[in-house]
């Protein structure tokens, strides 16, 4: 601990000058989780759980905020950058003129200052400075980010800096933001601001999006929003799927090691993992369903928007009055069966997950590589939405590479890596379907997790290798016919249909709606990504 202090008192000044943090009246640099949970306790930014985890609110931003999310456009970026409606240009003045006026509002204020990296990988390694006012938001980057040994950190040289200042709110009409609220990445001058929101997850993702330029674009390497771990034999398995298919659900396997929950990267024969923690969503969580999750919620963890029980300090999780987006952030390490360092094998199978309320895909079907590329920019699933009339129908979703919000190039751009790497090292690739069968919603009946489980098992253990398969006469899939462990007549969708007919047409409408997706993208996919899309 001595060394750690004094390493602190010679080089708090050099930072403090690096950052442009002079004039602020406390300055608190790389203080412990215990710490970190004192000072927010101090100044009123939460309370404790019973379990010892801290519980904070984010304000009026329970979630990210995509439509205030920019990207300077300068020489750097002007002609790499995929400008849309989720990447919007900021003015490079605009810019610089706004980081000076968040450096001036923090004159005599107190500053939280923490140093870690992400990559867990030596060649790809990304050394962070994040800058925080709320105690608490330091401690989100101490458990999310990876964390610097004491000799790492007094080698420290930053690469990259994040200033996150809750209580600044922008003026648009001046700095030239939609909203008092911003989240701005500068790709050239290595700095992301945030001002005006509270929510923590738009550091993590920003610094993903980060990685989704510097890696493919600078590095031809392919990043990733998946889960991912490791069998006892070395074989890695990836998971890319959507908000409630299942990705963490069924990457947390008893036999297997898990690399990481949701962001990867993969450099030839590795995958890696970019984060030293996990943000899982805590909605009506329980230690029956998701034991490794609730187990880790225990001193230095996070749970934020969530209630308590009244009159204890019991955290509710079926309480959604804030936010159905509840979320808890803790260190990997909270956890079990976890790979150190968070690194495998190039993977030898690949999972999309969907959650098909159609009830059309099957519940597991094998791909071709441009069929894989094509789902892959696809990024499927359909949700269960509710109107006040109380008719339920369900909602095809589609986000490009399974994360288009944190896109900064092209989805074809991933996605012709993805094949490469594919082909490069003959990797299968599955499509799961958590979702419906024998029906959609209201009509089939919701997979059950057993057989789900049960297929992945035999795809990881080869014993789908040699059983017979038949094509999906709309989609062109391979479906085995056979599984250990699931029902034969489960596997072809169209059999699991009372009426064939309303089948055909509930399929050919799902091509309809894949097609009309992947319309803004046929410009610039190849040849053999255009030929797996739906055949009719």
């Not at 369900?394 to 082909?423: E, M, W």
């Amino acid at each position: 601990m001595t060394a750690i202090l004094e390493r602190v008192l010679v080089d708090t000044e050099e930072v403090r000058d690096s950052l442009g943090l002079q004039r602020v009246n406390k300055f608190h640099f790389n203080l412990p989780p215990a710490t970190l949970v004192e000072h927010a306790l101090l100044n009123g930014e939460g309370h404790l759980t019973d379990t010892g985890a801290l519980m904070a609110d984010t304000g009026e931003f329970t979630g990210r905020s995509p439509q205030d999310r920019y990207i300077v456009n300068d020489e750097k970026t002007l002609h790499s950058v995929w400008w849309s409606d989720i990447n919007t240009p900021f003015d490079a003045l605009k810019f610089d003129a706004l980081h000076k006026k968040m450096l001036d509002f923090l004159e005599d204020k107190t500053v939280y200052v923490r140093q870690g990296y992400v990559c867990d990988h030596p060649d790809y390694r990304l050394n962070l400075t994040v800058v925080n006012t709320w105690a608490w938001h330091n401690l989100f980057c101490h458990n999310m980010f990876l964390r610097p040994s004491e000799t790492e950190l007094s080698q420290f040289e930053s690469e990259f800096t994040i200033i996150n200042i809750p209580e600044f709110k922008a003026d648009p009409f001046v700095d030239g933001t939609r909203s008092e609220n911003f989240a701005i990445l500068n790709l050239t001058k290595n700095v992301i601001l945030i001002g005006g929101t509270g929510y923590a997850g738009e550091m993590k993702k920003g610094v993903f999006s980060v990685l989704n330029y510097k890696l493919p674009h600078e590095r031809g390497t392919l990043s990733m929003h998946c889960s991912a771990n490791v069998g006892k034999e070395g074989d890695t398995a990836v998971f890319f799927g959507l908000s409630g298919t299942g990705k963490t659900t069924l990457s947390a396997d008893p036999n297997r090691s898990l690399i990481g929950d949701d962001e990867h990267g993969w450099t030839g024969d590795t995958v890696f993992n970019f984060e030293g923690g996990c943000y899982a969503k805590v909605i009506n969580l329980t230690q029956e369903r998701e034991p490794e999750i609730f187990n880790a919620i225990r001193f230095g963890t996070i749970v934020e928007n969530t209630r308590f029980y009244e009159g204890t300090r019991t955290v509710d999780y079926t309480n959604s009055s804030v936010t159905q987006n509840t979320r808890t952030a803790y260190p990997i390490d909270y956890i079990p069966n976890i790979m150190q360092p968070s690194r495998g094998d190039a993977p030898k199978n690949i999972f999309f997950l969907a959650t098909d309320s159609f009830g059309v895909l099957p519940p597991i079907s094998k791909l071709t590589t441009g069929q894989a590329m094509y789902h892959f920019i696809s990024g499927y699933t359909a949700k269960i939405a509710g109107t006040e009339m109380g008719i339920k129908e369900p909602q095809a979703t589609f986000s490009a590479c399974f994360g288009a919000a944190f896109l900064p190039l092209h989805p074809t751009r991933y996605a012709d890596l993805l094949g490469k790497k594919i082909n490069q090292h003959q990797v299968n690739v599955w499509l799961i379907n958590t979702g419906w069968t024998g029906g959609g919603y209201g009509e089939g009946e919701r997979m059950k997790l057993a057989y789900t489980r049960a297929m992945i098992t035999a795809v990881l253990k080869g014993d789908l290798e040699a059983v017979n398969y038949v094509k999906h006469p709309i989609f062109g899939f391979e479906m085995p016919e056979t599984c250990p462990n699931v029902p034969s007549e489960l596997l072809n969708p169209r059999a699991t249909w009372a009426d064939a007919e309303a089948y055909d047409h509930a399929a050919l409408h799902l091509a309809d709606l894949f097609r009309s997706n992947f319309a803004k993208y046929s410009d610039y996919a190849s040849p053999q990504i255009l030929a797996g899309a739906p055949l009719a």
